[in-house]
């Protein structure tokens, strides 16, 4: 019979837990330990891969000012996602962790030693999300007063990615021979200078680290526009993206295969993960009602606007909330996020839009339901699209341990009784897991 299975994937962010609400952990995260716990119960559940969001900036379009990210914690305080990657790997065996940075911020050579270095910590369990970044406001924190246009980003990412190749290959795999009789720790016959000298970048090399277990850490991306898209079939061994609907899905990931293709790629060798945000009760209704009751609050539809505007750089305090949008906006910064969130066309009011969507981080389909009934339609979907996962969280990215545990222990168990999700680990690295099915 073939293998129906799906990838599962969590994403979230370090930034304040869901504290405004009775169910919250308090709002003050930050010595790690929720968030440890947080991947505990992933790995539990057998999910491939935690995702760490990141931003590099604090958020002041929304009204003009900073004071409603703060006074919200919305995007903002946020912390660095790559030692709290290190501590979630180093707390699990097997669960594959990712941490965002952008190729905005780092210098290669930096990006390549710390995800070289976090590789070996978390014996080849380590993940890394290509951003190219969306705003203005973090480009000022790097010496720079605007960020460049989009294609240029993505031409500084293509030559970003050859040279952490090449520097992720600048030892040969038995480059340390560690042979104590003869007193030989690396040979150096086996590690190579780099010598990039490029349009953007310049590094001589080699890495100053050692081989890791993958060589290199597993590359994810959510490229949403045509030259996103190329990008990420072209690096990435797995693909987030926010889709609209079971169809919306079957096209993206169709699009980025037959991409894969056209770079002489196995379309097989990518990953697509569709982000949804499932909202569970023991019954319909009472999963309904739960899903009105926080998409329709003041504070929600305030947090929504407050994240879209922020990797959007549009205020969208200047649009009357009970009117629909007045024209079709456009970005420089997450164009698809901003087409999924505006629904042009639809005729929805602003507040509708945002009930709807989730700072854009939407479901990709509606699942609201019990557990068995989630299940079926995530079952369905897969189906009907091909494969190959989802990419679970919630609509703002404020997660409590019950919601936590709602996913792990009433919606996974489900998934797994169908057969459609990983009940164990079969390979130590991330890369082999994601490629067993
Ligand atoms: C699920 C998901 C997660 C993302 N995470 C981040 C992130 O952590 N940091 C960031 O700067 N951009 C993030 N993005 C934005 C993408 O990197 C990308 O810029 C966006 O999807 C727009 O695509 P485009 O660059 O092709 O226009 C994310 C997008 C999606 C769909």
Redesign the pocket.
Known sequence: MADKRFHLAW?M?FTPDEWREPFGQGGYPWDGQFYIDMAQSMERACFDLI??????MVPETYGGSRDLSLKHAMMVPKAD?APLAVAMGMATKHLGVVA?M?TMAYPPFMLARLSSTIDSLTKGRFGW???????DL?AKNFGMDRLPA?ED??AMADEYMDVVGKLFESWEPDAVVLDRKNGVYADGSKIHTVDHKGKYYQVRGPLNTVPSPQRRPVYL?????????D??AQHADAI???ANGVEGMKEFRSDIRARAEKFGRNPDDIKV?F?ICPSLGETEEEAQARYRNVTMSDNFVTDVLISISA?TEIDFAQFELDKPLPEKLVTN?????LDKFQQWGSGKTLRQLAADGGG??VSSMELIGTPAQVAEKMGAAMAEVGGDGF?I?TPVLRVSRRYITEICDGLVPELQSRGLVRTEYKHQLLRDNLREF
Do not use: H, W
Request: proline share 4%.
């Open positions: 994403f962010n995702m760490i969001e990141d931003k590099l996602p965002t952008s999300n290509v951003v190219t970044s969306a705003e973090m989009r980003r993505y991306q959510a490229g949403a526009s045509p030259r996103g898209r990008f990420a987030v993206s926010v993960f982000c990797i910064g997450e164009s698809g996020t854009g981080l990419l969280t």
